[in-house]
C-alpha cells in the first residue's frame, strides 16, 4: 500500500518501490531518466500545460479513491507539483474524524536521498542562483532559502572559502 499508517515517518519521507521517487509533470510523462536540471523540470511543466490547454476535457489527471475498511479510506489526485494522498478514517459512528494523513508532492519531490539532493549535489556549491532555480523547479510552492555558508578546508594549502549551500 502507498501510504502505510504503521510505518513512522513514511510521510515525511515517502518511497516507491523501495527507493525515493519525485512527482508532478517530468513523472507523468514518464520520460526515461530522472529530470535534474531546472530546464527539464520547466519544460515538462509547459507542455503539460500545452496539453492541458489543447484538450480541456480529457482526463489527463488522475484521481482514484478507496475504502480501506473499518471507516477509513485513501484517496489520491495528481496535481501540478505531484500526486496528493490523503488517507482518513471516522470513528466508530462514523461522526468524527479519527485520524487524518496527508502526503504532499513535496515529501516526494524533496526526499533528501531524492532528485532534489541528487541534483543538488551535482551543482557548483558556490551558485546559490542555480540552486534557487532548481529548487523552485522542483517544488515551486514551497517557502526556502539557499544560504551559502563558508566551509574551512583542514589542508596543508592556505585555507579557502568553500560556500555550500543549504535548503
Do not use: I, K
Not at 20 to 40: E, I, K, M, V
Not at 57 to 72: I, K, M, N, S, V
Not at 105 to 115: A, D, L, S
Amino acid at each position: 500500500m502507498l501510504f502505510r499508517s504503521l510505518q513512522p515517518g513514511f510521510a515525511l519521507r515517502p518511497v516507491w518501490q523501495g527507493q525515493p521517487c519525485d512527482t508532478g509533470p517530468w513523472s507523468r510523462r514518464a520520460l526515461g531518466a530522472p529530470a535534474h536540471s531546472a530546464g527539464d523540470r520547466l519544460v515538462a511543466r509547459l507542455v503539460e500545460l500545452v496539453r492541458l490547454a489543447a484538450e480541456p476535457e480529457a482526463d489527463h489527471l488522475a484521481r482514484r479513491a478507496q475504502p480501506l475498511g473499518d471507516g477509513a479510506g485513501l484517496a489520491w489526485v495528481e496535481m501540478a507539483r505531484g500526486v496528493l494522498v490523503y488517507r482518513v478514517a471516522l470513528s466508530d459512528d462514523r461522526q468524527q474524524l479519527r485520524d487524518a494523513r496527508v502526503l504532499a508532492p513535496t515529501e516526494w519531490n524533496t526526499n533528501p536521498q531524492g532528485g532534489l539532493a541528487s541534483a543538488l549535489a551535482r551543482l557548483d556549491p558556490r551558485d546559490a542562483d542555480a540552486a534557487t532555480r532548481l529548487a523552485m523547479a522542483f517544488d515551486p510552492c514551497v517557502p526556502f532559502q539557499v544560504e551559502c555558508a563558508v566551509a574551512a578546508h583542514n589542508s596543508p594549502m592556505p585555507s579557502q572559502e568553500v560556500p555550500r549551500c543549504t535548503n
